[in-house]
């Protein structure tokens, strides 16, 4: 008798293993499932839904202000327009301020989505944020893999990976915000600095 109960606590344990890596993987591929969901989920936020309506190659425009002066203007290889949520996507934008009451920018990138009323440039891949020289300020180059331009607001924004060069000074942060208007810049995380004096002229 002894035999035999002991090779049926022995399947019993064999059998209770096995439910529990059934339900391990179970759960496993469950998870699995649902990162996938949510990634494709996000993943289609942030794409355009429905098909394009038009398009433009080598194409520029100019966007006025509320005074009717030109504010910026909007430049690349080719503009898609996709109504159902009235956005833009651009292969290779490049994108100047015209406002001469403030220091002049340039920003380009490898491809930018317009969204929001052409209130907000998202710049993808290789993206670039150049501010020149002013009021004795040395000029300004920001590289990141992803730029958020709000330029009715003069705001170069991202809360990725940064790296500034500005003069001799060089920063390194994840997370940044950088206003045009007032010319202040900073830089939100994991920040890294290198600053190289300027040689004194004899």
């Given amino acids: 008798m002894s035999g035999r109960s002991g ?9 209770a293993v096995i439910v529990v890596i059934l339900i391990g993987a179970a759960l496993g591929s469950f998870w699995v499932l ?3 969901r949510a990634s494709s989920d996000q993943h289609a936020v942030q794409r355009p839904r429905g098909k394009p309506d038009y398009y433009l190659e ?15 203007d909007v430049s690349g290889t080719k503009m898609v327009h996709f109504p159902l949520d009235d956005s833009f996507e651009i292969t290779k934008p490049v994108v100047h301020s015209l406002d001469k009451d403030k220091p002049p920018m340039e920003l380009y990138s ?6 929001d009323d052409q209130t907000q440039i998202h710049m ?4 670039n944020a ?7 300020r040395a000029p300004m180059h920001l590289v990141s893999e992803y730029l958020l331009l709000l330029p009715d607001d003069e705001i ?24 045009n208007a007032t010319q ?14 300027t040689p004194k002229k004899r």
């Fill in 34 to 36: 649902q990162a996938l």
């Fill in 58 to 72: 080598n194409f520029n425009y100019v966007k006025l202000g509320p005074t009717g002066l030109p504010r910026y």
């Fill in 7 to 15: 090779e049926r606590a022995a399947e019993r344990i064999r059998l």
């Fill in 130 to 136: 150049i501010r020149g020289a002013a009021n004795g």
């Fill in 110 to 115: 490898d491809t930018a989505r317009v969204t």
């Fill in 124 to 127: 993808y891949g290789n993206a």
């Fill in 184 to 197: 202040v810049v900073q830089l939100f995380g994991n920040v890294r600095g290198y600053y190289e004096p």
């Fill in 156 to 179: 170069v924004k991202t809360d990725k990976p940064v790296a500034m060069t500005m003069g001799t000074t060089r920063l390194n942060g994840v997370g940044m915000l950088a206003n």
